[in-house]
Every structure is written in structure tokens, then in C-alpha cells.
T-cell receptor, first 118, second 110 residues
């Protein structure tokens, strides 16, 4: 079964410092990986995805993620954190073998709360 | 462009009551989903639909029902509300890879 793990419940970063939010996955076949962000009392917003191609994926708001097949990881990164980046971040993997065939279902991690202090 | 719209935003139900959570999207997406979000648990799929007239169960379907009579609308029905259904509910839609989410419905069953 597909699964996603976010090992950190919370990440604290000072504004201007680089940030990393970790994600590891377990899939059979090629992974379809996603990062979403959730601001308080809002729905999830798509940040970026990895389907195939370059291992470094660039997304919205200056975020990027590095796909590492050997380590089965898809860590979210940003070179310089902003206070406004404080939110809940979810890593997700698509399960093409279940719940809808080729579109499948998104299997979410538990989320990591990012706190950026001034 | 409204995207995915959910109503209501908040609701308090008494045990045993019924209600329908509304979801509509204006992006002509075939795929629609209902998730519930519990603290520290991520999101769990309740039901999904691959197109009008076609629905199927997700990971946690018990206590819920759905219908998809049009491409735009995907309502979620709770027939006999239970405290275990206290949660935040998100509707989402997709065409290909990325899903678009509504702002959520916070439901409390007392």
C-alpha cells in the first residue's frame, strides 16, 4: 500500500533562514508526489508536484522540492523563509492502483506545522 | 473563477440529525472527492466520483452517502450524525494531476 510519512510535527525557523520540511514515501511503481499548504481556516493549496523528469521541482511562492529515489524522499525547501510561510504543510502521494484508477486518490501525510519567527 | 465552493462553513448537529454538505465546482473537472481532516491525522478519503452518475467509496465511507447528478455538484450526506463525525470536511476536484480544494466545512456533532 502507498504511504507517506512526515517525521516532524513542527519545524521552527527564523525568518531569512533556509527551511526544509521532510517527507518520505512508500509506493509500488513510479511515485506521483505532491506538496500542499494549508493556512488557518482555509482549504489546501497546491504548491508543487513531481511526476517525472528533473529531481528538483520548483513551485509556488519560492518553494522547491527534491525528489530522491534512493532515499524515497521528497523534501520541501525554501532558501529564505518568510513569516508569511507559517502554515501547515502536507506531503501527498497519488495511489494510481486504488480509488479511481489512473487518477487515483491522494494519500496524505499527517502534516508538518511550519513556524517562521521574525 | 470561484473554483471549489463548499457550504456551509460551520455547522453544529445534534446526535441523530441529518444534513447535507454542499460542494460545487466550476472548472468542469470530472474527478471530485470528499475528505475529512482530523487533528494530527492528515486527510482521509470518504467518497469520490470519476464523473456524473459514478461514485465509489473511499477509505472511510461509513455513515456517509454521496450523489453526482451533474459534473458541477457533489453533495455529501450524513444520515444519522454521530460524535465520531465531528471533523473538518473538504471537497476537492481534479482534471489531471493536482487537486483543487474548497475552504472546508467545520462540523461538530453534540
Amino acid at each position: 500500500a502507498q504511504s507517506v510519512a512526515q517525521p516532524e510535527d513542527q519545524v521552527n525557523v527564523a525568518e531569512g533562514n533556509p527551511l526544509t520540511v521532510k517527507c518520505t514515501y512508500s509506493v509500488s511503481g513510479n511515485p506521483y508526489l505532491f506538496w500542499y499548504v494549508q493556512y488557518p481556516n482555509r482549504g489546501l493549496q497546491f504548491l508543487l508536484k513531481y511526476i517525472t523528469g528533473d529531481n528538483l521541482v520548483k513551485g509556488s511562492y519560492g518553494f522547491e522540492a527534491e525528489f530522491n529515489k534512493s532515499q524515497t524522499s521528497f523534501h520541501l525547501k525554501k532558501p529564505s523563509a518568510l513569516v508569511s510561510d507559517s502554515a501547515l504543510y502536507f506531503c501527498a502521494v497519488r495511489d494510481p492502483t486504488n480509488y479511481g484508477g489512473s487518477q487515483g486518490n491522494l494519500i496524505f501525510g499527517k502534516g508538518t506545522k511550519l513556524s517562521v519567527k521574525p | 473563477n470561484a473554483g471549489v465552493t463548499q457550504t456551509p462553513k460551520f455547522r453544529i448537529l445534534k446526535i441523530g440529525q441529518s444534513m447535507t454538505l454542499q460542494c460545487t465546482q466550476d472548472m468542469n473537472h470530472n474527478y471530485m472527492y470528499w475528505y475529512r481532516q482530523d487533528p494530527g491525522m492528515g486527510l482521509k478519503l470518504i467518497y469520490y466520483s470519476v464523473g456524473a452518475g459514478i461514485t465509489d467509496k473511499g477509505e472511510v465511507p461509513n455513515g456517509y452517502n454521496v450523489s453526482r447528478s451533474t459534473t458541477e455538484d457533489f453533495p455529501l450526506r450524513l444520515e444519522l450524525a454521530a460524535p465520531s463525525q465531528t471533523s473538518v470536511y473538504f471537497c476537492a476536484s481534479s482534471r489531471t494531476d493536482e487537486a483543487f480544494f474548497g475552504q472546508g466545512t467545520r462540523l461538530t456533532v453534540v
